[in-house]
């Protein structure tokens, strides 16, 4: 794997995951408890496995193949619930200033996630860092097809920047973040805050691999 902070500066554009590394989504209002009030609006006859899900996504998913009335349902509702959990957290440590640095010294910096736009914009604001962000790509569809690992969130960001894939990095802390900037041709920056998330990131092969957002300040 590269060197981070050499690969960082080939770079001119960050897209950053934003549920882990700008923060912890639900850590207040935990991810089962939000999949558990999604799986009320499907119904109580639910396979096995998605009634054991902690994961809201894997509702989501499930709710989709129920067809595209119930996946809206279900996709409304985990936006609502997404905002209320943003409201209760503070920024992961480092974020904050690790994006504004990255942004003095020349980067575009965009959110690129799984989460609600409306979400992402509301926690944004919040932190005074509507400014810092260039651009949003994240879910606005009750399509979860259209989510990481597949690609199409980082190739919507890098279009709309008008850049190729190979100027720009993505930074995350998931197989799917590492997953679907392979799939769009950019670099990948794998982000493991655990041993065991470091083994199965790294088994993955990302362009590199840091255990903390502030290893990415290129400032001396």
């Known amino acids: ?6 690969l960082l500066r080939e770079k001119d554009h960050v897209f950053l ?9 639900f850590a207040k209002l935990p991810s089962s408890e939000v999949a558990d009030r999604l799986k009320r609006l499907v119904g109580p006859d ?5 009634s054991a899900a902690a994961d809201p996504f894997e509702v989501l998913r499930y709710a989709a193949s129920c067809g595209p009335n119930a ?4 996709e409304r509702q985990l936006s609502r619930l997404e905002n209320e959990a943003v ?8 974020a904050v200033e690790v994006i504004r640095e990255w942004v003095a010294q020349g980067f575009t910096v965009s959110i690129v996630s799984n989460n609600s736009v409306e979400a992402i914009r509301a926690f944004l604001t919040v932190h005074e860092l509507v400014e810092q962000v260039r651009r949003i790509s994240a879910r606005a569809s009750s399509d979860p097809a259209h989510l990481k690992p597949h690609p199409v969130l980082i190739e919507a960001a890098v279009k709309a920047l008008g850049t190729s894939p190979g100027k720009c990095v993505m930074i995350g802390d998931s197989a799917a973040d590492v997953l679907a900037a ?19 990131l790294a088994a993955l092969h990302p362009d590199a691999l840091v255990s903390d957002l502030t290893d990415l300040r290129l400032a001396p």
């Open 182 to 200: 392979r799939a769009a041709g950019v670099a990948s920056v794998a982000l493991a805050t655990t041993s065991a998330k470091r083994r199965s």
């Open 87 to 94: 409201s209760m957290v503070p920024p992961a440590p480092g």
């Open 46 to 50: 639910l396979p096995h496995e998605v």
């Open 17 to 25: 995951d934003f549920d882990g590394p700008v923060c912890d989504v």
């Open 71 to 74: 996946a809206h349902v279900v």
């Open 1 to 6: 794997m590269a060197g981070v902070k050499e």
